[in-house]
């Protein structure tokens, strides 16, 4: 078996530091705590530390194991599998060496990089003489490693400085957990006439905002693959 690694899993290692250069010898790790040194400070340690690691083991049953092992105990006994499992895999892929750096701290296995490119990336390019509108694109899960809250804040501060900026829009693409509140607080700051919040966009309708904005925006500090870049450089 072969796995496609988009990272080592956050809540059992810590994230690696968004300040590592790809080219660097790579994170090291805790000799006291067996996780990734973070680098970057505690945004990268909470970057990935919400998702579920072990999809196997229900919540209920996770907390009765933490209650008889007791923290530090169950997250060796995790992480114990954890490397047992990958050390029985034939091979691993990561999304890039950023990835690859982690996995080999991690599990100390070689790494084959291959990069996620989209197929259509070529498509995200405007034709010629596309006229590009007055919108602003941000595109993501809307979570907190990807800092939403912040783009609206900035947004706000942009428009009170600016006055010509409010001919413009913020067109934010993307769902998850923080679209509530990030509703909430647009209409709190005033922007609701600015700001306009999408969902489910097919993915020719995504192409097209991508095609038509006069400026994308990413605020990810940490990302395994920056997929957003490198389709809004189009």
């Not at 990935?48 to 999809?55: A, I, K, N, Q, V």
């Not at 993307?174 to 097919?202: F, I």
Request: glycine residues 10%; aromatic residues 6%.
């Amino acid at each position: 078996a072969v796995w496609n690694c988009h990272e080592p899993p956050g809540t059992l290692y810590g994230a690696a530091a968004a300040s590592r250069a790809p080219e660097a010898a790579g994170p090291a790790l805790d000799s006291a705590t067996g996780g990734l040194v973070p680098q970057g400070g505690t945004e990268s340690l909470r970057f990935y530390g919400t998702r579920l690691f072990w999809r196997g083991w229900s919540r209920l049953k996770a907390r009765r194991e933490i209650r008889r092992m007791g923290a530090r105990g169950w997250l060796q006994e995790m992480r114990s599998r954890d490397r047992a499992a990958v050390g029985s895999l034939s091979g691993i892929l990561a999304n890039s060496r950023f990835t690859a750096g982690n996995v080999r701290a991690v599990y100390g296995r070689d790494v084959e990089v291959i990069y996620p490119v989209p197929p259509d990336l070529p498509s995200l390019a405007p034709p010629p003489g596309q006229v590009k509108e007055p919108e602003i694109l941000w595109v993501g899960r809307l979570t907190p490693a990807k800092r939403p809250r912040i783009l609206l804040a900035a947004w706000q501060r942009a428009l009170d400085a600016e006055e010509r900026l409010r001919g413009f829009r913020l067109v934010i693409v993307g769902d998850g957990p923080l679209r509530p509140g990030l509703l909430a607080q647009a209409e709190r700051l005033g922007l609701t006439r600015s700001v306009e919040m999408l969902h489910g966009l097919p993915r020719r309708d995504l192409v097209e905002r991508y095609r038509r904005a006069l400026l994308a925006v990413h605020l990810g500090v940490t990302e395994p693959f920056g997929l957003v870049p490198l389709e809004a450089e189009r």
